[in-house]
Structures are given as structure tokens and as C-alpha cells.
């Protein structure tokens, strides 16, 4: 990769932290932030600009006064949207996000062309399906974030039941990124124990249910939905992205065949690279988790046939 530009729409609570976050981490040239609401953009580039001062690695931060100004970027972040308050469903957001998205992507295609797009409004896996139908891109080049917020969230309940092994827990969350999501217990590792060998089950699905609501539990407390945990998370696949470095990170993808479903977007495990999901890997399921998994799918089926009954796609 020649340049590293990196660029964000939608430059609230998600979007300014992941800027701040990659800002920090020194991975790119350039990041350029766009926000509709007037002055957002700006202040907050200005904000992020002058806190460069103190990180290893020098980025510029610019805002752009128009979605042209988002220009030949290498990665798009896709934040713009409206977040769920109160006791609001991710699927509240269905409608009005999906037409934000819209007029964003409309905008990415015309100005990004060759940009990897990581999408991160919510309903995230919905969303991340109608980039696919409208963009028509090879689908490495989509990819919603979720997993790796997930997982993170799973590796703070395993630390907080141990108290022990923080930042050497392995964890999979597959499905949706919503209420049928599946933190994968069997698969987690903490310094290559198997978790099953030093927690009950009784533990682990209290991990697994505060994992599945770990998103609501912020709305619950901050009356608006989390930023930090996922401005992190979006900062480590853009990293992953940049530096080509292989990582495998649980991400929203069109499946094409793939643990038997095609023309839906959900979270699998995939390699991240410098073409984006580089690969899928198909991890064996057993049948209680397949079981999951064909519920998660349907519920984000439900979401594209409303879109779809709102003749949303042409
Ligand atoms: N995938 C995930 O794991 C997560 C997803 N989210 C989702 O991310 C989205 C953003 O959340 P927050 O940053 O907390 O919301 P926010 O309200 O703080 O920021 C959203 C920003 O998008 C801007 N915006 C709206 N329409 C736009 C357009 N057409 N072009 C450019 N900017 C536009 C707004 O002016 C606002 O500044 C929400 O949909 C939220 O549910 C939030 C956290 C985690
Ligand atoms: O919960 C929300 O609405 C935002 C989100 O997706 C998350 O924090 O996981």
C-alpha cells in the first residue's frame, strides 16, 4: 500500500474515537473526517490534530468539507448513523440508518473507488448487506465490525470472573451483532488454557449473557451506546488492514456458500489483510451451534426482507 489514508463518516462518538485511537497508534498517513451536522468535522480534527503532538507517529487530521474531500482513501470507515438510546433495539436503527447509508456510500463509491469500506452502523450486519447490494464490490472489500468488539467484550467478562490473564484471552463471537449473536465458549483460551478447564459452566454462561448484552448495558448506563471499546476495535482492523498483517478477527461478510448460506452478511471468523477479509474460514460447528447460527441468520434476514418490502433495493 502506497498511501495510508483513512477516511471517516460520521464523525460522532464512535467515529472521532476511532480517529483518536489510530491517531495514536501511528498506522496512517491521513485521516479525513466527515460529519453532516456543521462544525462536528472540524472541531474534532482540530481536537484529535493537536493531540498528535504527543504520539510515537505523526498523522494529519483533517476535516473534509464535502464528501468529495473524502477522497482516494485506502479504507473508508463507515460510523454515520443514528445509535439506539433507552431501550431501543439495534433493529430500531434499521430504517433511518439504512437511508443515511445510502447517501454515504453513494458518496464513497464516487470518491473512494478502490477503498476497503468497514461499516459500522447498526443494525451492523444489515447494514453491512446493503453496502454489498449497493457498491456490487467484491465482498473482501466490505466488512462490518462487530466481532472484534464482541470478543473484546467476552475477554473483559473472563478477566473479570479470573482475574487473571487479561490481554491473553482468545475469544470467538460469530452470528449477528445483536440479540442472536454466538460467543463461541469452546474456542476461548486464556495463555492456551481452554477456558472450559477453569471456569463453570454456570460462569461461562453468565459471561455469555453479559457478552450478548454487553452493548445495552452501556446504553443502560450512559443513555447512549458505547464509543471507546468500539472506536478501539475499528482502530485494530484498520491496523490489520494497513499493515497487511494477517490477523484473524471475527467480522461481518457475504457469505457466498460458505457454513451454507449465500446473499446474507453475518459475522465469521476472517483473515484481514491488505485486499480487506482476504478469507473465510469455515470452523466446524456442532449441531446446537449450527442451530444458532440459522437463527442469527434469520434474524438478519428479517431485516434485508423489510428493506426489501420497503423496496429499498432497486
Ligand atoms: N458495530 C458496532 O459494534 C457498533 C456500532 N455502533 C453504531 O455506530 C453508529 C454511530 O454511533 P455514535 O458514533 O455513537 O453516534 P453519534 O450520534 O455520536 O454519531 C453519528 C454521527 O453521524 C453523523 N451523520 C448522520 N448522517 C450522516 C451523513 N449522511 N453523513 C455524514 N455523517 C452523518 C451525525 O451527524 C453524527 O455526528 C450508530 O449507528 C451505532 O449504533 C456503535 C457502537 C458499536
Ligand atoms: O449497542 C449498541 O447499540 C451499539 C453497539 O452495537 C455496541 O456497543 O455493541
Not at 11 to 32: D, K, Q, R
Not at 115 to 144: K, Q
Not at 256 to 280: F, Q
Amino acid at each position: 500500500m502506497t498511501k495510508r489514508k483513512v477516511g471517516i463518516i460520521g464523525a460522532g462518538a464512535v467515529g472521532a474515537t476511532a480517529a483518536y485511537s489510530l491517531s495514536m497508534m501511528g498506522v496512517c498517513g491521513e485521516i479525513v473526517l466527515f460529519d453532516i451536522a456543521e462544525g462536528v468535522a472540524k472541531g474534532k480534527a482540530i481536537d484529535i490534530g493537536q493531540s498528535v503532538h504527543y504520539a510515537p507517529v505523526s498523522t494529519i487530521v483533517t476535516a473534509a468539507e464535502s464528501p468529495a474531500d473524502v477522497n482516494d482513501c485506502d479504507i473508508v470507515v463507515i460510523t454515520a448513523g443514528v445509535p439506539r438510546k433507552g431501550d431501543m433495539t439495534r433493529e430500531d436503527l434499521l430504517m433511518i440508518n439504512a437511508k443515511i447509508m445510502k447517501s454515504v456510500v453513494e458518496d464513497v463509491m464516487k470518491y473512494s473507488p478502490d477503498a476497503v469500506i468497514i461499516c459500522v452502523s447498526n443494525p451492523l450486519d444489515v447494514m453491512s448487506y446493503v453496502i454489498h447490494r449497493m457498491t456490487g464490490w467484491e465482498r473482501n472489500r466490505i466488512i462490518g465490525m462487530a466481532g472484534a468488539l464482541d470478543g473484546a467484550r467476552m475477554a473483559y467478562q473472563i478477566y473479570n470472573k479470573l482475574g487473571y490473564g487479561a490481554g491473553q484471552t482468545g475469544t470467538l463471537v460469530i452470528g449477528d451483532h445483536g440479540q442472536h449473536m454466538i460467543p463461541l465458549p469452546h474456542k476461548v483460551q486464556v495463555g492456551s488454557v481452554n477456558t472450559l478447564e477453569l471456569l463453570s459452566k454456570e460462569e461461562m454462561e453468565e459471561i455469555i449473557e453479559r457478552t450478548r448484552n454487553g452493548g445495552a448495558e452501556i446504553v443502560k448506563h450512559l443513555g447512549t451506546s458505547g464509543y471507546y471499546a468500539p472506536g478501539r476495535a475499528i482502530a485494530y482492523m484498520v491496523e490489520a488492514i494497513l499493515n497487511d498483517s494477517k490477523v484473524v478477527v471475527a467480522s461481518s461478510v457475504l457469505l457466498e456458500g460458505e457454513y451454507g448460506y449465500s446473499d446474507v452478511s453475518v459475522g465469521v471468523p476472517v483473515v484481514l489483510g491488505k485486499h480487506g477479509a482476504e478469507k473465510i474460514i469455515e470452523i466446524e460447528l456442532d449441531d446446537a451451534t449450527r442451530e444458532k447460527f440459522k437463527t442469527s441468520v434469520e434474524s438478519i434476514r428479517e431485516g434485508i426482507d423489510i428493506l426489501k418490502a420497503n423496496k429499498f433495493f432497486d
